[in-house]
């Protein structure tokens, strides 16, 4: 930014004077605000990106807990889908088996299929 600056302020000076001292004495008299401008278009430029990158990070950290908790949700629902299910066949295996034992006991009959979780007794 700074060396092109001043060659754009020495091209304005020869097109605006006609002697070389004038010319130049006007250049030199301009660097510091060509200096100025130069370093706070440098560090608005490299604030802005520093700012970007900061913005992005806390974006992804945002997006990264957003995606956890969606996952961790999705293992719960999953989780108590499951438990659900396996009660309500367990359920039905001791609905089916409560079944026959009654209409064994019904028809007189001695009933000694286990009961499904095993134990006897």
Known sequence: MFI???GINIAIQIADNDAIMRIWHNALMAEGAIAM?????????????RAAMVIAHDIQKWLDKRRQ????????????????????EERSLW???NARRLDA??????????PPNGKVG
């Open 95 to 97: 609905q089916e088996w």
């Open 105 to 114: 006991e019904s028809r007189g009959e001695n009933f000694t299929e286990p």
């Open 69 to 88: 908790k969606q996952l961790e949700a999705a293992i719960a629902k999953g989780r108590a889908e499951g438990e659900a299910k396996g009660r309500a």
């Open 4 to 6: 092109p600056g001043t």
């Open 37 to 49: 401008a130069s370093a706070a278009i440098s560090f608005t430029l490299t604030e802005s990106w």
